[in-house]
């Protein structure tokens, strides 16, 4: 059974105010910087993300779970696979940005 995989585009400002938080959590690809995900959820004001290992390239050793402020949030899309890509990047997996 394929997991579902989110990709989750953040507003300039997010990075601005959250960037040393977000870091081990990015990739960057041609559409820019963004956050994979098994699961956004929106509750309240905020976008709650979860994020395992194998979507960071290993940057981090366990599943996460992260809440976003919905005025943060740009865009998301979703797929059957990370396999898919969400035409976020032309890689397999999206670099983590500089």
């Known amino acids: 059974m394929n997991k ?10 997010a990075y ?3 960037s040393d938080i977000l870091k081990p959590y990015l ?13 956004a959820v929106h509750d309240g004001i905020f976008l ?15 599943t996460m779970e992260i809440s976003i402020p919905l005025y943060f949030v740009k865009f998301i899309a979703s797929a059957s696979s990370p396999e898919k890509l969400i035409g976020f ?9 500089t």
């Open 4 to 13: 579902k995989v989110y990709g989750i585009l953040l507003f300039d400002e």
């Open 16 to 18: 601005k105010h959250l």
């Open 48 to 62: 709650n993300i979860i994020i395992s290992p194998e979507l960071t390239n290993g940057r981090i050793k366990d």
């Open 27 to 39: 990739q960057k690809g041609p559409i820019g910087k963004f956050i994979y995900g098994t699961k």
């Open 89 to 97: 990047c032309a890689s397999k997996r999206g670099k983590q940005p």
